[in-house]
């Protein structure tokens, strides 16, 4: 049987919101402390979804419970054990080169599910500093330093070494990375720097005037290799680019979109002014314009427009179920406060505005034209006198 197995007896249960804990008479399991996740794994056939310390137990959580005194198998999860000791294990190797080649002390770290952080007394670090941080830890990593973890009697440890002072006593867990750090520390770690692989900063932030620094090490590193390299496929196959032109080539792209943006918004600055004059030909004081196949920048521009002339406007966009209601600000009528009571009287759409304009957004068609109708007819018998 593995290290990572072992027959044992439950102790001991309680039960909380969360579910099931137990104590085991002996737990290969590691409880989350010192910035590492707990251990996941199988106490006989049942997850364990959780392992924490509390007043000096280790309890494992369950979504059913064993009673007191049953034989169980404890099994925990070695992909994960192995990913979490890699995590932890990376951090030991940056907080080194960053303290001792580079005087950057790490503040704090953490390990999470999709990737891990450290927060270091840095104000300032680029892209470059970064690369050339992963350069040096990729040359520790392939010269394989051994790690090892022993116990010794708090007397023995050599403080001038230790990369932070330890408050506890006793026998302490000391935790060597051969010519590179010295720690006294409780987590798990793997045995040599090569079976890290790599280690790879995935984000640069400032955060409280520092540097927090986002990694991913291993497998997880070999997987956001992989996520970047189907995302760059992605856009390859889109643009026709290659991994040394596709960055000029987005914001080419970008540039030309832009510039297209630019030209639509004249083209319909000038198409809305000639459907404008169309609908203001007729005397009419509530002017409505149905934009069946248009965009709805264009139906509100043109809304815009016939507004701007003194008529209460309205505009009804067939591509996203729209209606709009604008008026100048000369009119004593507040259109926002106008729609939202009649849409509610009419128990079709959603919207509302302020006191010249609004809009509503309806489920189909046949509601905007419902609605377009309704609102068209309430607004002439309102404004118009009789
Ligand atoms: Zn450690």
């Not at 050339?132 to 973890?149: G, S």
């Not at 404008?276 to 934009?291: P, S």
């Not at 006191?355 to 509601?367: C, I, N, Y």
């Amino acid at each position: 049987m593995s290290q990572h197995t072992l027959e044992t007896i439950v102790t001991a249960t309680k039960t909380d919101q969360s579910g099931y804990w137990h104590t085991l008479k002996n737990s290969p399991f590691y409880a989350e402390g010192g910035g590492q996740p707990a251990d996941r794994g199988w106490i006989g056939t049942h997850h364990v979804l959780d392992v924490q310390i509390k007043d000096g137990e280790v309890w494992h959580l369950l979504s059913e419970a064993f009673p007191a005194g049953t034989s169980v198998e404890a099994r925990i999860d070695e992909g994960v054990r192995r990913d979490h000791s890699i995590q932890h294990t990376a951090q030991h190797l940056l907080t080194a080169i960053l303290e001792d080649r580079h005087g950057i002390r790490t503040l704090s770290f953490g390990i999470g599910e999709e990737d891990s952080s450290i927060e270091i007394d840095t104000a300032e670090m680029d892209w470059a500093q970064v690369e050339a941080l992963e350069e040096e830890v990729q040359q520790l990593i392939f010269e394989n330093h051994p790690i090892h973890v022993y116990e010794i009697p708090e007397t023995e440890v050599d403080r001038t070494r230790l990369r932070k002072e330890t408050d506890r006593t006793g026998m302490i867990r000391i935790v060597e990375i051969e010519g590179l750090d010295y720690n006294a520390c409780g987590g798990t770690h793997v045995k040599t720097t090569g079976q890290l692989g790599m280690i790879q900063v995935t984000t640069l932030k400032k955060v409280r005037g520092n540097i927090r620094l986002t990694y991913v090490a291993g497998n997880r590193a070999l997987k956001a290799t992989q996520r970047a390299r189907e995302a760059l496929r992605s856009i390859h196959h889109t643009l026709s680019t290659t991994n040394e032109s596709v960055a000029a080539r987005v914001i080419e792209e970008h540039t030309i979109r832009l510039e297209r943006e630019r030209e639509i918004k004249a083209l319909e600055g000038r198409i809305a002014k000639a459907k404008v004059e169309a609908v203001i030909k007729e005397d009419n004081y509530v002017a409505l314009h149905v934009g069946r196949t248009e965009a709805e920048t264009l139906t509100t521009a043109i809304v815009e427009q016939i507004a701007a002339t003194g008529r209460i406007a309205v505009g009804a966009n067939y591509g996203t179920n729209k209606l709009f209601v604008m008026h100048d600000g000369t009119h004593d009528l507040p259109v926002g406060t106008f729609l939202r009571a009649a849409l509610q009287q009419m128990q079709i759409g959603r919207g509302g505005g302020n006191h010249k304009q609004a809009q509503a957004r309806f489920t189909s068609v046949v509601e905007l034209e419902r609605a377009m109708k309704e609102i068209v007819e309430r607004l002439q018998e309102g404004v118009l006198p009789c």
